[in-house]
């Protein structure tokens, strides 16, 4: 067996440990199956989950510290060339396939999807106007956090989660995979279009980049166990940076506007768009260089998300994601490992003490601040980094 195929081998067993831990965090109010067998599995899991969180913990820490380990040694593959495209996207789907019914961990926002979509197709209500506490009754509330909140997205959102309310005939364990199945088609789909456009803008740069985002472990834990929305988002706007690349500008505009109304952080790629509609040069634009204006721009929607509430794992999905359309290997190296490292750890505090309250918020601060800082002074101490080690050379 080859190295590349003994490194995907464990890389799939990893998955497969990460799809099995997600079932230690399934709400004690909820119960997935009426199987006699399956409710024997699920209290095993949960008996790890809530009641051996020591042991909880040390699973997390090291599924965390796995999917660094891989996804450094699969980028410095692909940094070689030592790894080739289709061998990626076997890793990717058979990774996307197992997690698409894992449990989502770390996160009750896909529950809050479904029930706004629910609020339309079973109560016949408007989610902006109604919310789940006005619904006492349903069982859904049983395991449901946030019940007290209106529809807080875009209507894009709606137009593509209704439907799979409808589709699911409100049954709870049908929708939810619908759901989870909607989250792994977009985080497809964007590595899908991110891998078209660096083909063709900047080739050499395509195995990279889309290695940097398959393989991202924030990525897979966010997406493809928590299932956030946030990459649908994000999918309509690479989908859109797509087609504004190949001209294709009226429809690129819709994919923008539509990604913005789903969550309107994907607002503040707008001056990339203004650009090229309003040049008079379009065949001479450096799209290589246009693209890396992308991380400013959705920096600062990642700031104002912050301000306006606590800091959450996934709100990195805004820039992580954009990261390899950049032409810088180093910046989107450091973009995509260290704050995302620092933000899986986040979780730890919580996995251990079953609650937010102190010495979480203030572990939980600190975790930010060092992942913060330690990305802003390996991008900008680089040029140092190079001339000390230049001149200890000499």
Same mark, same amino acid.
């Given at each position: 067996?080859?190295?590349?195929?003994?490194?995907?081998?464990?890389y799939v $067993?990893?998955i497969?440990?990460l799809?099995?831990?997600?079932?230690?965090?399934?709400?004690?109010?909820?119960?997935?199956? *009426?199987f006699?067998?399956? %409710?024997?599995? *699920?209290?095993?899991f949960q008996? !790890?989950?809530y009641?051996?969180?020591?042991?909880?913990t040390?699973?997390?820490? $090291?599924?965390?510290?796995l999917?660094?380990l891989?996804?450094?040694?699969?980028l410095?593959l692909?940094?070689?060339n030592?790894i080739?495209k289709?061998? !990626?996207w076997?890793l990717?789907?058979?990774?996307? !396939?197992?997690?698409s019914?894992?449990?989502?961990a770390f996160s009750?926002?896909l529950f809050?999807?479904?029930f706004?979509a629910?609020?339309?197709t079973h109560?016949? *209500?408007? +989610?902006?106007?109604?919310k789940?506490?006005?619904? +006492?009754?349903?069982?859904?509330?049983?395991?449901m956090?946030?019940?007290?909140?209106?529809?807080?997205?875009?209507?894009?959102?709606?137009i593509?989660?209704?439907p $799979?309310?409808?589709?699911g005939?409100?049954?709870?364990l049908?929708t939810?995979?619908l759901?989870k199945?909607?989250?792994?088609?977009s985080?497809?789909?964007?590595a899908?279009?991110i891998?078209?456009?660096l083909?063709k803008?900047? +080739?050499?740069?395509?195995?990279?980049?889309?290695t940097?985002?398959v393989?991202?472990?924030?990525? !897979?834990?966010e997406?493809l166990?928590?299932s956030h929305?946030?990459?649908?988002?994000?999918?309509?706007?690479?989908?859109s940076?797509?087609l504004?690349?190949?001209?294709k500008y009226?429809t690129?505009?819709?994919?923008?506007?539509?990604?913005i109304?789903?969550?309107?952080?994907?607002?503040?790629?707008?001056?990339?768009f203004?650009?090229?509609?309003?040049t008079?040069n379009?065949?001479?634009?450096?799209?290589?260089k246009? $693209?890396?204006?992308?991380? +400013?721009?959705?920096t600062?929607?990642l700031i104002?998300?912050?301000?306006?509430t606590n800091f %959450?794992?996934?709100?990195?999905?805004?820039i992580?994601?954009?990261a390899?359309?950049? *032409?810088n290997?180093? %910046?989107?190296?450091?973009?995509?490992t260290?704050?995302?490292?620092?933000?899986?750890l986040e979780?730890?505090p919580?996995?251990?003490?079953?609650?937010?309250?102190?010495?979480v918020p203030n572990?939980?601060f600190?975790?930010?601040?060092?992942?913060?800082a330690?990305?802003?002074?390996l991008?900008?101490?680089?040029?140092?980094f190079?001339?000390l080690?230049?001149?200890n050379?000499k």
């Amino acid at each position: 067996m080859s190295k590349i195929k003994l490194l995907g081998t464990f890389y799939v $067993l990893t998955i497969i440990f990460l799809f099995l831990y997600s079932f230690t965090q399934v709400d004690l109010n909820l119960t997935l199956s *009426q199987f006699s067998l399956w %409710q024997i599995t *699920q209290k095993f899991f949960q008996q !790890i989950g809530y009641f051996n969180r020591p042991l909880s913990t040390s699973f997390y820490i $090291l599924i965390v510290l796995l999917f660094f380990l891989f996804y450094f040694s699969f980028l410095y593959l692909a940094s070689k060339n030592k790894i080739e495209k289709n061998q !990626i996207w076997f890793l990717t789907i058979i990774s996307t !396939i197992i997690l698409s019914f894992s449990y989502n961990a770390f996160s009750y926002d896909l529950f809050n999807y479904i029930f706004d979509a629910k609020i339309i197709t079973h109560y016949g *209500q408007n +989610p902006y106007l109604h919310k789940a506490l006005d619904f +006492p009754t349903d069982p859904m509330l049983n395991f449901m956090r946030w019940t007290h909140r209106t529809y807080p997205y875009g209507p894009s959102w709606l137009i593509l989660t209704v439907p $799979l309310s409808f589709i699911g005939f409100n049954f709870f364990l049908p929708t939810f995979f619908l759901f989870k199945f909607l989250s792994s088609l977009s985080f497809l789909g964007t590595a899908y279009f991110i891998s078209k456009i660096l083909k063709k803008i900047s +080739p050499k740069n395509e195995l990279y980049g889309l290695t940097l985002f398959v393989f991202n472990p924030l990525i !897979i834990i966010e997406v493809l166990v928590s299932s956030h929305n946030d990459l649908p988002m994000i999918f309509f706007a690479v989908l859109s940076l797509h087609l504004l690349i190949n001209k294709k500008y009226f429809t690129s505009v819709l994919s923008l506007l539509f990604s913005i109304g789903i969550k309107f952080a994907t607002f503040f790629l707008l001056p990339i768009f203004l650009y090229p509609l309003f040049t008079k040069n379009k065949n001479q634009i450096n799209w290589a260089k246009l $693209l890396n204006y992308i991380i +400013p721009l959705m920096t600062i929607s990642l700031i104002l998300v912050i301000t306006r509430t606590n800091f %959450q794992p996934w709100y990195l999905l805004y820039i992580v994601s954009f990261a390899p359309l950049i *032409q810088n290997r180093y %910046q989107a190296f450091i973009i995509s490992t260290v704050f995302p490292f620092f933000a899986l750890l986040e979780y730890v505090p919580f996995l251990y003490k079953g609650d937010w309250n102190q010495p979480v918020p203030n572990i939980l601060f600190w975790l930010t601040i060092i992942g913060v800082a330690s990305s802003i002074a390996l991008i900008l101490g680089k040029p140092l980094f190079v001339k000390l080690f230049a001149s200890n050379n000499k």
